[in-house]
């Protein structure tokens, strides 16, 4: 199969992960995808390829002797920000200008800029009804696409451990990943965007859960003995700074975003994720919310705002940095590939995050895709391909 078939086929199975369930993984339906990548996998010669009671899909390839064990990962689950059911793909020769994506709804270069970079390129685009999957379904059909292309052509070439992961989307990716099983020397995660990106640096990520008590009072005698929760929720998130929020951001600019919120008089809460790329202003940012409550606590009572933070994952940076030569062996292999590579912060994370400070160094390479999460993602065919051609430098070249 072709990169491209392969991702038209794994967008048929809807993966969504699910952050409120505690199984894992989090939801049954990854598996149906897992169970299908182990067999497609063993079709391709890759006799240890398994899923196991997790979730988790692990295969090898024996390589040359010598070379170091590589590591290739990918995420079968996408995001639930946007439906991942019965999406309908497909493929647009882009001449520039919008495109339609259904009666009421376009793909436009005038609020996606990045779009004029694809002229004359065929992009896979959604009906404008459900995010497309290509996060992270591309990367697991650059994976096998480099793999089964390798095989049949021979030659030398580094040792591939092959791993793709449930639940990526909801921070819990690497929480199972058997790193003793895995067995590479480093990896990469096949998990980021625009063609030739290159990326060793992340957000430090938390999640603040904000939980707001009131009083109600029938509101014709509720003068000084109503507390409205859902005010003093309002009155909290006033406190955050207003350039701090992702739509005001770019670059290195950490922010806290507002994801959710929901409330009656005697209860609100609000749910934020927390990002910054700098650890002491990460600190900072959380150590906010903690003195809003406190002051807010002050004002109406003890208790009445209570803030539950949770860590996600760290920058990666400081793991990868003793290891540049794997940074510099991707960029050497995307030129090989003719691709210009581009070194730039994920403002998000990946499975690598994680992995990398359990020991495994693993920077993430492009996959093509743009506009994640949404129902404007799309990727161009065109860049699947190049990341399938960097696969095989990287393999190929460590094998020299």
Wanted: with cysteine; hydrophobic share 40%; glycine share 10%.
């Amino acid at each position: 199969m072709t990169v491209t078939e392969r991702l038209l086929h794994y967008v048929s199975f809807d993966t969504q992960s699910d952050e409120s369930s505690e199984t894992c993984p989090s939801t049954a339906k990854q598996k149906l995808l897992g169970e299908a990548l182990v067999e497609e996998m063993r079709a391709l010669g890759i006799a240890d390829a398994r899923i196991d009671a997790d979730g988790y899909v692990y295969g090898s390839v024996p390589g040359t002797p010598g070379a170091p064990a590589i590591g290739l990962i990918a995420h079968m689950d996408t995001s639930p920000d946007c439906s991942g059911r019965d999406i309908k793909p497909r493929i647009v020769e882009y001449t520039g200008g919008d495109i339609a994506l259904n009666d009421t709804t376009l793909l436009s270069p005038a609020d996606f800029p990045i779009l004029n970079r694809s002229v004359g390129k065929h992009l896979i685009v959604t009906d404008g009804t459900t995010l497309l999957g290509a996060d992270d379904k591309a990367g697991i059909a650059e994976i096998l696409t480099a793999v089964e292309e390798l095989l049949a052509e021979g030659g030398a070439h580094a040792p591939i451990r092959i791993g793709f992961t449930p639940d990526e989307e909801i921070g819990r990716g690497a929480d199972r990943f058997d790193l003793a099983h895995f067995g590479a020397d480093y990896a990469y995660t096949v998990d980021g965007g625009t063609l030739g990106e290159l990326e060793y640096e992340n957000f430090n990520a938390a999640s603040a859960v904000v939980t707001v008590h009131g009083r109600n009072v029938h509101p014709g005698s509720a003068k000084r003995c109503m507390v409205n929760a859902q005010l003093i929720a309002m009155e909290f998130h006033g406190m955050l700074p207003v350039h701090d929020r992702p739509e005001a951001t770019e670059g290195y600019e950490g922010f806290s975003h507002l994801c959710a919120m929901q409330g009656e008089v005697e209860l609100a809460t609000l749910e934020y994720i927390i990002r910054d790329h700098d650890r002491a202003s990460f600190e900072a940012r959380k150590a906010l919310f903690e003195s809003a409550a406190a002051f807010l606590n002050a004002k109406y009572g003890a208790g009445t705002v209570e803030v539950a933070l949770r860590d996600s994952y760290y920058n990666m940076r400081e793991k990868i940095e003793p290891h540049m030569a794997i940074v510099e062996a991707a960029q050497q292999a995307m030129r090989d590939a003719g691709v210009t590579p581009r070194v730039v912060p994920i403002r998000g994370g990946t499975d690598g995050a994680r992995l990398s400070y359990e020991g495994l160094p693993c920077p993430n390479l492009f996959t093509g895709g743009e506009n994640y999460h949404g129902r404007f993602e799309y990727v161009p065919v065109e860049d699947m391909e190049a990341a399938v051609r960097t696969l095989k430098c990287i393999l190929r070249n460590a094998a020299k």
